[in-house]
């Protein structure tokens, strides 16, 4: 069965960075369309990144525009989320997904567990 797991989140002071990972199993990873949400506590999941199947175009949410990068390594079956101006207002957990298509809604198919990424003032 399709697995996602998450891992790279902490506490971290504002202003400072954090790399999530996600590695994937038993899906042919480079068909599917990767893709990093989140949810903080009494709000919805809102989208993040995604990024195609080979990697080459890459969708943010405007409020992580300029600070988050999202990438993937094929041949690793994971995809990464790099944070860096981490805000306060990032804190949440961070969830990420996979389907066959591109969208930036929550239809995906397959999520993972979260990861609990919190940034202190």
């Known amino acids: 069965q399709v697995q996602l797991v998450e891992s790279g989140g902490r506490l971290v002071q504002a202003g400072g960075s954090l790399r999530l990972s996600c590695a994937a199993s038993g899906l042919t990873f480079s068909t599917y369309v990767m893709g990093w949400f989140r949810q903080a506590p009494g709000k919805e999941r809102e989208f993040v990144a995604a990024?195609?199947?080979?990697?080459?175009?890459?969708a943010y949410a405007d409020s992580v525009k300029g600070r988050f990068t999202i990438s993937r390594d094929n041949d690793k079956s994971t995809v990464y989320l790099q944070m860096n101006s981490l805000k306060p207002e990032d804190t949440a957990v961070y969830y990420c997904a996979a389907d066959r298509a591109w969208r930036q809604s929550r239809n995906y198919d397959y999520w993972g567990q979260g990861t609990q990424v919190t940034v202190s003032s």
């Open positions: 990024v195609t199947g080979n990697g080459r175009n890459t």
